[in-house]
């Protein structure tokens, strides 16, 4: 067995789930009417005083192109707009030093607070102490940072339960035996290891299943596809494929397909549309769905809330736990939520 990397998963607190839609998109928008967000509990250290509503929010993500990272800007800044704000929606590629630009470009405006999806945990720390020193708070989504007490919140998925059920249908897809190959994020991203600890965690268990090769596509669909390219070559007999999410997934789905590998298990994580799409024609077989909606909605609203009263009423660190999508399920999901009004799927 491969020796894998190891990352320790802290304790997260739960928010209770919301169903709401997703859309991708990068357009600004006028703002309209606030609206009061949901009472809380268990408030952390914050000034002693808000001020109005109001004033610019800064979202800054990934590449849109990846629809994960699209969905998220687009409903976190609509709902900002939603609750009285003007939103700039920025892109920092996943490059630390272009995000600390934007960061400085949002601080220049007066930004009343910054939404983001950070470009690695430790290399954001210094962007987001920043904004702190400059007044403007930093609500965090999807990716921790490194440290405690810059942001005011960093609302993330719960990615290792997230990861267990997922690697639960896989061993279970697998017949618990066989060898297969495990996909890798960016090394500088934290959740790229918690997945990976939350797989290892149950296939490890199973005697009979062997990783004979784990490697990186840094996220990327076109990486998904040419690392399967050639780990297939090294790797002629492999049954199955779980991915730390879904492009790389499907770029190694797509690499199978073209090999003429169509009976090779490939599992991902997200729960995009097109990974949606891929399960109901019998291509991917499973896939974990991270809450886009919820935590873009909520980012926004504690946004709010911090900036009118000086605290969010919640602990900095929040989770919110994943569904696993499968055939029997997959098509009542659509951009990232349950889809309103869907029936069964068989």
Not at 76 to 92: I, N, P, Q
Request: charged residues 20%; hydrophobic residues 40%.
């Amino acid at each position: 067995m491969i020796d894998r990397r190891t990352a320790g998963l802290k304790g997260l607190i739960l928010i209770p789930a919301l169903a709401l839609a997703a859309c991708q998109g990068t357009s600004q928008a006028s703002p309209s009417a606030a609206t009061q967000p949901p009472a809380t509990s268990e408030p952390t250290a914050a000034p002693s005083s808000g001020g109005e509503a109001g004033g610019l929010v800064c979202v800054i993500v990934p590449p849109v192109e990846n629809p994960f990272f699209g969905a998220m800007q687009q409903i976190a800044a609509d709902k900002a707009e939603e609750l009285g704000y003007t939103t700039l929606r920025l892109v920092h590629d996943d490059d630390a030093n272009k995000q600390l630009e934007l960061f400085e470009n949002c601080i220049s405006q007066q930004a009343k607070a910054i939404i983001l999806d950070n470009a690695g945990a430790d290399a954001s720390v210094a962007a987001v102490q920043k904004a702190k020193e400059a007044g403007i708070p930093s609500f965090l989504v999807d990716r921790e940072i490194t440290q405690e007490g810059v942001a005011a919140a960093q609302i993330v998925s719960n990615n290792f339960q997230g990861a267990t059920i997922l690697a639960e249908r896989f061993v279970e897809l697998m017949g618990e035996e066989g060898e297969y190959i495990e996909l890798t994020g960016k090394d500088t991203d934290t959740n790229a290891h918690v997945r990976s600890d939350g797989y290892h965690d149950v296939i490890d268990k199973i005697p009979g299943m062997t990783m004979v090769a784990q490697q990186t596509a840094n996220w990327s669909q076109p990486e998904g596809f040419s690392v399967m390219e050639s780990l297939l070559q090294a790797h002629p007999n492999v049954k199955g494929v779980i991915a730390g999410n879904d492009t790389m997934a499907l770029g190694a789905q797509a690499a199978l397909i073209a090999a003429g590998k169509t009976d090779v298990i490939v599992v991902g994580f997200d729960g995009s549309d097109d990974a949606i799409q891929s399960i109901g024609k019998g291509e991917l077989k499973a896939t974990s769905l991270q809450p886009v909606a919820e935590m873009a909605i909520q980012a926004a609203i504690q946004a709010d809330l911090f900036i009118r009263t000086g605290s969010t009423g919640k602990p900095e660190k929040q989770s919110i736990d994943m569904v696993l999508l499968t055939p029997d399920n997959a098509c009542q999901y659509e951009q990232f939520a349950p889809k309103e009004g869907a029936g069964s799927c068989s």
